[in-house]
């Protein structure tokens, strides 16, 4: 089993609706979460980053944490074209000789115009 | 652009051979990591450097090897390539080393004939 699990997608929506991206892990040592965004034929590149349970809001992003669940969200509100991407969770722990991040498989959006 | 540059952008060899990547961080970036992407593994964690010292090891074979030179630079060397490396290889760099804001390159895609 994966430590960090996510949907591959792809997922299809019409531009305008609420987008709503999971992961769920197995590594309760897990304290950081980020999202990626990975365009085709580019490099993933950061959107969010949050620490700890709880919600973080950046314009029509936002990341959700709920570590009691293990479970991670990323809402993307008023959904354009220009969104479709890869969407990649990624997340790292603490202790020492592991704070490279982990990142799930990544999910493929595509908004419809 | 992310600041972080990586030759060759695509690379096709044989089995059997070796290849180097080459990987410059950002300006001011003292770490950096090497991730392979393949379709069915997502990104994969190798290998980190700091400041030229090895700092965190992931999945990486024994055939590769990875060095940070004293300018910065890293360089990934993959040995007695097989089919199944065939993959794109991301560079990544970060002002620390426990930060989870990681800087991609827009990767050396490797075909192995």
């Known amino acids: 089993q994966k430590e960090v699990e996510q949907d591959p997608g792809p997922l299809s929506v019409p531009e305008g609706a609420i987008v709503s991206l999971n992961c769920t892990y197995s590594?309760?040592?897990?304290?950081?979460f980020m999202w990626y965004r990975q365009y085709s034929r580019k490099g993933p590149e950061l959107l969010m980053y949050t620490y700890s349970s709880g919600n973080k809001e950046d314009g029509r992003f936002t990341a959700q944490v709920d570590k009691s669940s293990k479970y991670i969200s990323l809402f993307i509100r008023d959904s354009q074209p220009s969104d479709s991407a890869t969407y990649l969770c990624a997340m790292r722990a603490m202790d020492t000789g592991r704070r490279a991040l982990t990142f799930g498989s990544g999910t493929r959006l595509q908004v419809q115009p | 652009d992310s600041g972080v540059t990586q030759t060759p952008k695509h690379l096709i060899t044989a089995t059997g051979q070796r290849v180097t990547l080459r990987c410059s961080p950002r300006s001011g970036d003292l770490s950096v990591y090497w991730y392979q992407q393949s379709l069915d593994q997502g990104l994969q964690f190798l290998i980190q450097?700091?400041?030229?010292?090895e700092r965190a090891k992931g999945n990486i074979l024994e055939r590769f090897s990875a060095q940070q030179f004293p300018d910065l630079h890293s360089e990934l060397n993959l040995s007695s390539l097989e089919l199944g490396d065939s993959a794109l290889y991301f560079c990544?760099?970060?002002?620390?080393w426990g930060t989870g804001e990681l800087f991609f390159g827009e990767g050396s895609r490797l075909t192995v004939l």
């Open positions: 590594n309760s040592a897990f304290q950081y």
């Open positions: 990544a760099s970060s002002v620390a």
């Open positions: 450097y700091y400041n030229g010292e």
